[in-house]
């Protein structure tokens, strides 16, 4: 274990640089405490700004009192309550699905399905299944997916093909290059470092074609795309037997939890078949009334999805003016591009210094010489809280950094 001592040694040796983790005594309303300072977040993914609204308080409140504070074992094994079958129709309906299924955590739900997806039939072979077909699966992946579909993947054993980021070409390519195989596409819905929205309905149309299974991972657009914030089908206005919708509750719904909306039978298998689903404990009842509470809000509220994108279109018309290079500006992650690392990190320390929280995206969650400044827009940020960022990012546009600030 020296060699750990010896990492920490040199991460505490590069002061303002990477990540230390600092102490915080609140959480982000977007406005935060933090080492006796307040700080204003535009990190946090709260985009509808429900985490601290008094209704959600007090719906996690309610599922203590009913519930006590937790499960303490699986579904699978303890069985299952109302509140959380209402709850996975209540999110199939918005995904426009015959069902979904609750994981822990969004993390934890690419892990558990994109690991049982092609491995399901090995459970019920060993009590006495045999399949009509023995089946070969291959994984066409985006370059740019989260890491939790990477694991994901990594954990089924089953080859990968990498696309590059969005190039339906390329993908279309290595789809034809794979016959007799049964194919699964996934793709992140909104790429969270890059912040762009992947073609679905070339997607779909690729799955059809090649008779392929189509996995999105929606967590930056449930909540947030479409009229009602159903997500990237809405705001595509497109739908597939062949789509497996993956969504978090930890995003625009404030709370934590994941899922997959998603036919009956694949739902049913699952259940059976997914480890993380079955050998883990389920998410607490007080986040499951949390997250009804949500939906509840989002649905009567639209206001708030509009505040949202009202506060996106200002920051970004604000942050072109001055000339900065947008990786991407078709949602709520808004990255600028910034390139050297050092320079990466330490404008996220000057912005720190002057009360706010942005994170520095670097190698390797995006390619060397691609660092970026990821800014997260909430619906409650104020005029003032953008124009003193832009403010900031103006000062330091071209100029050297000033560390001193
Ligand atoms: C695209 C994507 N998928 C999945 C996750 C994991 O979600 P959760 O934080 O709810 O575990 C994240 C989290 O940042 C994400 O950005």
């Not at 230390?20 to 935060?32: A, D, G, H, Q, T």
């Not at 339906?168 to 793709?187: F, G, N, Y």
């Not at 819905?189 to 679905?200: C, K, Q, R």
């Not at 940020?381 to 600030?405: C, F, W, Y």
């Given at each position: 274990?020296?060699?750990?001592?010896?990492?920490?040694?040199?991460?505490?040796?590069?002061?303002?640089?990477?990540?230390?983790?600092?102490?915080?005594?609140?959480?982000?309303?977007?406005?935060?405490?933090?080492?006796?300072?307040?700080?204003?977040?535009?990190?946090?993914?709260?985009?509808?700004?429900?985490?601290?609204?008094?209704r959600?308080?007090?719906?996690?409140?309610?599922?203590?009192?009913?519930?006590?504070?937790?499960?303490?074992?699986?579904?699978?094994?303890?069985?299952?309550?109302?509140?959380?079958?209402?709850?996975?129709?209540?999110?199939?309906?918005?995904?426009?699905?015959?069902?979904?299924?609750?994981?822990?955590?969004g993390?934890?739900?690419?892990?558990?399905?994109?690991?049982?997806?092609?491995?399901?039939?090995?459970?019920?072979?060993?009590?006495?299944?045999?399949?009509?077909?023995?089946?070969?699966?291959?994984?066409?992946?985006?370059?740019?997916?989260?890491?939790?579909?990477?694991e994901?993947i990594?954990?089924?054993?089953?080859?990968?093909?990498?696309?590059?980021?969005?190039?339906?070409?390329?993908?279309?390519?290595?789809?034809?290059?794979?016959?007799?195989?049964?194919?699964?596409?996934?793709?992140?819905?909104?790429?969270?470092?890059?912040?762009?929205?992947?073609?679905?309905?070339?997607?779909?149309?690729?799955?059809?074609?090649?008779?392929?299974?189509?996995?999105?991972?929606?967590?930056?657009?449930t909540?947030?795309?479409?009229?009602?914030?159903?997500?990237?089908?809405?705001?595509?206005?497109?739908?597939?037997?062949?789509?497996?919708?993956?969504?978090?509750?930890?995003?625009?719904?404030?709370?934590?939890?994941?899922?997959?909306?998603?036919?009956?039978?694949?739902?049913?298998?699952?259940?059976?078949?997914?480890?993380?689903?079955?050998?883990?404990?389920?998410?607490?009842?007080?986040?499951?009334?949390?997250?009804?509470?949500?939906?509840?809000?989002?649905?009567?509220?639209?206001?708030?999805?509009?505040?949202?994108?009202?506060?996106?279109?200002?920051?970004?018309?604000?942050?072109?003016?001055?000339?900065?290079?947008?990786?991407?500006?078709?949602?709520?992650?808004?990255?600028?591009?910034?390139?050297?690392?050092?320079?990466?990190?330490?404008?996220?320390?000057?912005?720190?210094?002057r009360?706010?929280?942005?994170?520095?995206?670097?190698?390797?969650?995006?390619?060397?010489?691609?660092?970026?400044?990821?800014?997260?827009?909430n619906?409650h940020?104020?005029?003032?809280?953008?124009?003193?960022?832009?403010?900031?990012?103006?000062?330091?546009?071209?100029?050297?950094?000033?560390?001193?600030?």
């Open positions: 274990m020296q060699e750990f001592r010896e990492i920490t040694d040199w991460i505490a040796s590069q002061e303002h640089t990477f990540h230390r983790i600092p102490k915080v005594s609140s959480l982000p309303s977007p406005e935060f405490e933090c080492e006796g300072r307040t700080m204003v977040s535009f990190s946090s993914n709260n985009y509808l700004a429900l985490a601290h609204d008094p959600m308080i007090a719906a996690a409140k309610k599922g203590l009192d009913l519930f006590s504070v937790a499960n303490c074992e699986s579904r699978l094994l303890g069985g299952d309550m109302d509140i959380y079958l209402d709850l996975e129709q209540a999110l199939a309906k918005i995904k426009g699905k015959e069902t979904a299924l609750l994981y822990a955590t993390y934890l739900t690419n892990i558990g399905v994109l690991s049982a997806l092609p491995n399901s039939g090995l459970l019920p072979r060993a009590y006495g299944f045999r399949p009509s077909k023995r089946r070969r699966y291959m994984y066409f992946t985006d370059e740019f997916n989260h890491t939790s579909i990477r994901g990594s954990l089924s054993g089953i080859p990968k093909v990498m696309y590059r980021h969005c190039d339906l070409e390329d993908l279309r390519k290595k789809l034809q290059a794979a016959p007799d195989v049964c194919k699964i596409i996934v793709s992140d819905g909104v790429f969270s470092m890059d912040g762009d929205i992947a073609p679905l309905p070339e997607l779909i149309d690729l799955a059809e074609e090649f008779d392929a299974t189509l996995y999105i991972d929606d967590a930056h657009g909540g947030v795309l479409g009229a009602t914030g159903g997500g990237i089908t809405e705001h595509f206005g497109v739908n597939s037997p062949r789509l497996i919708s993956m969504g978090t509750l930890s995003k625009a719904y404030g709370a934590i939890g994941g899922f997959i909306a998603t036919e009956q039978y694949i739902a049913d298998t699952l259940r059976f078949t997914s480890s993380a689903f079955g050998f883990t404990s389920t998410m607490p009842p007080d986040q499951v009334l949390a997250v009804s509470m949500a939906l509840h809000i989002i649905k009567t509220e639209p206001q708030r999805r509009e505040k949202l994108w009202a506060n996106q279109r200002y920051f970004v018309n604000q942050v072109e003016a001055l000339g900065m290079d947008l990786v991407s500006k078709e949602t709520c992650i808004v990255p600028v591009l910034i390139g050297d690392e050092q320079r990466c990190e330490e404008y996220a320390y000057l912005l720190s210094q009360g706010y929280h942005v994170d520095s995206i670097i190698y390797p969650a995006v390619k060397r010489g691609k660092a970026r400044l990821r800014f997260n827009i619906a940020h104020t005029k003032a809280h953008i124009d003193g960022l832009v403010t900031i990012l103006a000062e330091n546009r071209s100029a050297p950094l000033q560390m001193t600030a």
